[in-house]
């Protein structure tokens, strides 16, 4: 936090207003709390090109289900390089994998004079909706985890995923690894969830600002898997 509060926000100019990122963190920490009920137990805030992009990740409390909870993914710029945008989605415990469906990203696409008030209600957006959208990616994973898949079948649809741009080639890397040899025995059986894990553990080697972006394109991936 006190790298990202030394960070100089640029002067606004003309119709171009930039935020920082500082009340865009309190912002989603307090109102969790408000409208949820729920604290946070977890947060991983990255920074990118010398502080000109930002990620966040937050794991709130108490609510697991089955060895998965919410969490609240933000990204943002003061360069114009990416607009601000948050996500509700899934926390893996046993591995920190993500899952993140594209259905659940807000996106503020203009930071003009009014960018803070923009901001702030697309957090209350994404908090309000993160419950119902936790529940479609419990269900998704139940789909996932009943779909048989042989692991010559898994190294196919890796390569499709390199072919498509949904995984890129050192995170495939991990994903053949992971498929070849869990590190974890939860995705020993080989199922489309197991697969899944294998992608999301790739996607931990990404830049911090594609981190919404990527795990929404492997969602998607495997919806239509």
């Known amino acids: 936090m006190d790298d990202i509060r030394a960070i100089a926000v640029p002067e606004a100019t003309g119709s171009w207003y930039p935020m920082g990122y500082v009340p865009m963190i309190e912002q989603i920490e307090k109102r969790a709390g408000e409208l949820l009920g729920m604290g946070i137990k977890d947060r991983q805030l ?8 930002f ?18 993914g933000a990204r943002g710029s003061i360069d114009k390089s990416i607009a601000q945008g948050f996500v509700a989605g899934g926390n893996v415990f046993v591995c920190d994998n993500l899952c993140f469906s594209g259905d ?3 996106v503020v696409r203009k930071n003009t004079r009014n960018v803070l008030e923009d901001v702030m209600a697309k957090i209350d957006d994404v908090l309000i909706a993160a419950v119902g959208s936790f529940d479609g990616l419990i269900a998704d994973r139940q789909r996932l985890m009943e779909i048989d898949v042989d692991t010559t079948r898994g190294y196919e649809l890796i390569g499709r995923a390199v072919g498509t741009d949904i995984l890129r080639p050192t995170a495939a ?19 489309l969830w197991s697969l899944y894990n294998a992608f999301t553990e790739g996607l931990k ?5 594609d981190v919404i972006s990527r795990h929404t394109g492997v969602h998607g991936f495997f919806a239509d898997a």
């Open 46 to 53: 990255g920074l990118g090109r010398n502080g000109d992009q």
């Open 55 to 72: 990620f966040g990740l937050w794991e709130l409390d108490g609510t697991s289900d089955d060895g998965m909870g919410i969490s609240i």
């Open 104 to 106: 659940a990203v807000h």
């Open 173 to 191: 890397n991990v994903a053949y690894r992971e498929w070849r040899a869990p590190t974890h025995e939860e995705f020993a059986p080989r199922t």
């Open 205 to 209: 080697k990404g830049q911090a600002a």
